[in-house]
């Protein structure tokens, strides 16, 4: 199992559509991101698949968090074609920022045109099209869905791409047609909304080397500075992820100087754009509710002061049937399922809504930001 961003199902976010939701929201004032201190938020992914769980969802979301990170897979095509007829994949879009705004919630974002299970690969491209960052076609596409964001919604933070180290890893060779598009991509959101923090994620196992079969013959603890910097000087912030469960047997076992050495590399605001502890062992990967309340120290008390912002990937697990029978509708992978469900205990309170001990912990640092 690779560490991966949960996805945000089709149904599972875009049931945020709900129908019609209301034409118009006011955005939180101030906004969270304009505050001092850290903002704090989750991935919008509700317990079930369902409307209602979404719309319950959004409500407790606004009781612990500051924003929600919105992270889309590319609706490839519209971006290249001349169609006027918007996708539906955009619509959620809006629904999801409406219902945040209804909510109290901010909204960051995340371009991610690969698969948030498994990130060696992109994620539906259209037939015909060459998975690869020097695609023509790819170049526009992710362009095109980058710079909408930017005009539709003037986001304070965002991504363009996540965990692409682990990417870097599979495909040495893309690495720098990726690298050079980032830059291009950079440049235009600038020029479109200059007050936007732009920004691509890293995985902080494998960028230490920390997963055997992600090592590639390199030493654990000898950080691959190097993919991270050959984005500078377009990073406005180092952004990584997170999930050291697997790596370490329990929370405890993370070492006190294992966020530090970024404090040392850079100046630059940090952020942890996505990360959790499992409070249960699932497959091969332990768990227990202490160890997720280690996990949020650890971050907090090694690297809190310099965060900018901090995802935590779920307030509320997951019922793991839902998801699947929403996967096989959207036609994904058994293997997909699976790493999914290795991220189904992550969350700060049962799917029931019971909260585990490390929700009170996150309430607590986010009421000291």
Known sequence: MRPATLVILALGAAALACGSPPASATPPQP???????TAY?????PPEATTASVLKHFGDLGQHADFILVQPNLPWEYFTSDSSDEPQQLTDIRNQVLLAELNGL???FVVDPLNGLNRREFFGLPAGWTASFATP???KAFTGFALWIAREFHPAYLGLASEINTYADAHPEDFQDYVSLYREVYDAVKAETPDTDVFVTFQWEDLNNLLPGAAEGREPYHVNWDQVE???PELDLWVISSYPFVAFRSGAQIPDDYYTPLLGRTSRPLAVAEGGYSSESIGPFPGTPRDQVDYLSAIH?????????WVYLLLTDFNQDSYNQAMRQDGR???????LGMFSAVGLQEESGEPKPALEVWDRFRSER
């Not at 992978?333 to 790493?339: A, Y």
Request: a negative charge.
């Open 31 to 37: 906004s969270a991101f304009e505050l001092p201190g």
């Open 333 to 339: 992978s058994q293997e997909d399922m699976n790493t």
């Open 106 to 108: 901010g909204v960051a």
């Open 41 to 45: 938020g989750f991935f919008p992914s």
């Open 230 to 232: 050959a984005f500078e």
């Open 137 to 139: 076609e790819v170049r």
């Open 301 to 309: 008390d090694q690297i809190g002061e310099r965060l900018s912002f």
